[in-house]
């Protein structure tokens, strides 16, 4: 296993969670890293990525300045703080290393596809917000 998303759970609606994708061994050269979610009955979607050349961010307009998205200065671990969580936010949480040269934001955007670029996905961890 190289990439291991931890840190979800049962939250209330408003409630608040981190999680955690340790990287053990996908290589430093990745074009970018990211959060992808998959909810029950629903599409994967991208939720947040990182470019790793210069730490810009992108975040899709449902979890815009309620997640952010970051990581250690080891870059060996990503993190997602995720505030005032929402029903909608449920979904199994997912971290992927993009080796394509294409700007993470393009996929979060729908224009590019994950599966095209994004090529090492860790174990999901579930976040389920319900009061």
């Known amino acids: 296993v190289q990439l291991q998303a931890s840190g979800g759970g049962l939250v209330q609606p408003g409630g608040s969670l981190r999680l955690s994708c340790e990287n053990s061994?996908?290589?430093?050269?990745?074009?970018?890293i990211g959060w992808f979610r998959q909810a029950p009955g629903k599409e994967r979607e991208g939720v947040a990525c990182?470019?790793?050349?210069?730490?810009?961010?992108y975040y899709v307009d449902s979890v815009k300045d309620r997640f952010t998205i970051s990581r250690d200065k080891a870059k060996s671990t990503l993190f997602l703080q995720m505030e005032n969580l929402k029903a909608e936010d449920t979904a199994v949480y997912y971290c992927?290393?993009?080796?394509?040269?294409?700007?993470?934001?393009?996929?979060?955007?729908?224009?590019?596809?994950?599966?095209?670029?994004?090529?090492?996905w860790g174990q999901g961890t579930l976040v389920t917000v319900s009061s």
């Open positions: 992927a290393t993009e080796s394509m040269p294409v700007p993470c934001r393009l996929v979060l955007l729908g224009v590019a596809d994950a599966d095209e670029t994004f090529d090492s």
């Open positions: 990182l470019s790793n050349k210069d730490d810009s961010t």
């Open positions: 061994g996908v290589t430093a050269d990745y074009n970018a």
